[in-house]
């Protein structure tokens, strides 16, 4: 497993922007997928955006167009850059990562954003979108 660590939550007002940052204990990117996922309490934990190994990217229909997952390997970090808030994404935000070098690309397809994929987990971090 990994450690990881996220930051960058906050209180914002609707329409406004954030940019959440994870960031592993070790390179991790060759070899495992990742994906950011939010939760509210008393609620399924649900995918927002994942990211492969090959870089590519898939987001789930409530965030798509407006939220962007990326990476910098150099840094061991990931990111999620969320445009256009909502009140509805106010929810505490994890990342997660699992080793998927083994796995193929419609594989990937298939768990990106489901939360048993995923075996390593950051603490959360909390985005609060006010009307």
């Known amino acids: 497993q990994v450690q990881l660590v996220e930051s960058g939550g906050g209180s914002v007002q609707a329409g406004g922007s954030l940019t959440l940052s994870c960031v592993a204990a070790?390179?991790?990117?060759?070899?495992?997928?990742t994906a950011w996922f939010r939760q509210e309490p008393d609620k399924a934990r649900e995918g927002v955006a994942a990211?492969?190994?090959?870089?590519?990217?898939k987001y789930s229909g409530s965030v798509q167009g407006r939220f962007t997952v990326s990476r910098d390997s150099s840094k061991n970090t990931l990111y999620l850059q969320m445009n256009g808030l909502k009140p509805e994404d106010t929810d505490m935000y994890y990342c997660a990562a699992w080793d998927c070098s083994w796995t193929n690309t419609e594989h990937w397809e298939r768990v990106a954003l489901r939360p048993a994929a995923y075996l390593s987990w950051g603490q959360g971090t909390q985005v609060t979108v006010s009307s």
């Open positions: 990211i492969d190994r090959d870089g590519s990217t």
């Open positions: 070790r390179s991790i990117f060759g070899t495992h997928c």
